[in-house]
């Protein structure tokens, strides 16, 4: 089955600092690539989406300078968050569809837990 | 608006069958999705709907009525590492996902 591989699981950083999280799909090609984010109990947050070769759509209320976004190739998305404040600590989620049928279900990564200290 | 409504969290016996519920209000409709959520983890996909009706793999089936706006997914034989969060998920007609807050789902020995 598809596969979605994300680095890393966990970051603990300092207020101020960036962090990059990987996003791959390691046996399909993924034009597009999902970055969802996910509050304690509560349901995923799409932020943005990612597009191959062009610049990401972010959702409504997603800060697109703090949250940067590169889709550089078929199977890779890093997410970076810039200048990192505690209340940016997350559990973040790249997700992406085999094949890019809308019918096609979500794989998600293994999702960074992000802490900002 | 798009809403997705699904119970906070259950409560099923080892062995049991308990069946999670799931409505929907979307701008169109392109199939419905389920996914499991174990704690600390990202989801992984369980079934897919778009047409009415049941589907069944294995121990899980899903059933779809889109004229009620309705999905459930069914859980047979419980055990214990199925307890979990489970996510309802619509597909708009714009094939946007809207998701649920999700079920969580205690299995009691």
């Known amino acids: 089955g598809a596969v979605v591989s994300q680095h890393p699981s966990r970051v603990i950083c300092k207020s101020g600092t960036s962090v990059k999280i990987e996003c791959r799909s390691l046996?399909?090609?993924?034009?597009?690539m999902f970055w969802y984010r996910q509050f304690p109990k509560k349901s995923l947050m799409l932020m943005a989406t990612s597009n191959e070769g062009s610049k990401a759509t972010y959702e409504q209320g997603v800060e697109k300078d703090k949250f940067l976004i590169n889709h550089a190739s078929l199977t890779l998305s890093t997410l970076t968050v810039t200048s990192a404040h505690p209340e940016d600590s997350s559990f973040y989620i790249c997700s992406a569809r085999e094949g890019g049928r809308d019918s096609s279900p979500l794989h998600f990564g293994n999702g960074t837990r992000l802490t900002v200290t | 608006g798009q809403n997705i409504d699904q119970p906070t969290e259950m409560t099923a016996t080892e062995g049991a069958i308990v069946q999670i519920n799931c409505t929907y209000q979307t701008s169109g409709f392109n199939g419905l999705f389920w996914y499991q959520q174990h704690a600390g983890e990202a989801p992984t996909f369980l079934s897919y709907?778009?047409l009415d009706g049941l589907e069944e793999k294995g121990r899980f089936s899903s059933f779809l009525s889109r004229s009620k706006g309705y999905s459930y997914l069914l859980l047979k034989e419980l055990q214990m590492k199925d307890s979990a969060s489970y996510l309802c998920?619509?597909?708009?007609?714009?094939?946007?996902?809207?998701w649920g807050a999700g079920t969580k789902l205690i299995i009691k020995p």
């Open positions: 709907n778009v």
């Open positions: 046996d399909f090609q993924a034009t597009t």
């Open positions: 998920a619509a597909q708009d007609s714009n094939y946007q996902l809207i």
